[in-house]
């Protein structure tokens, strides 16, 4: 399963999901992708039915994971991570699995002047 962004994909820097046909709200895929180390925010998407507290979207940038290094590659990785826990939403072994491959990933891709 994938997941539907607003207007097709992206031009910038910025990316934005519906989670309508997932049935997870923003705010609940916000808490959950934080707890495994993603960030991400709760975000409105036209016609939104959820109020701006909860949301049917999320909004995520790549200046954070481009500064790292990431490639295509890291990605499609991060990509499949999200879809992993907002598929199994309530799942806290998904979550602490996510959780242990975003720290590997992190691990692997140090923040330039921070980390190294």
Sequence with gaps: MGLRLISGGTDNHLVLVDLTE???SGKEAEE?????????????IPFDPHTPLVTSGIRLGTPAVTTRGF??????????????????????????????EVSQLCHRFPVPGIDD
Aim: net charge positive.
């Design 71 to 100: 490639g295509k590659e890291e990605m499609k990785l991060i990509a499949s991570l999200i879809v992993k826990v907002i598929t199994n939403i309530g799942d806290p072994d998904i979550q602490t699995q996510v959780s242990q």
């Design 22 to 24: 997932t049935g997870t």
């Design 32 to 44: 959950a992708l934080g707890r495994t180390g993603i960030v991400v925010n709760r975000n409105a």
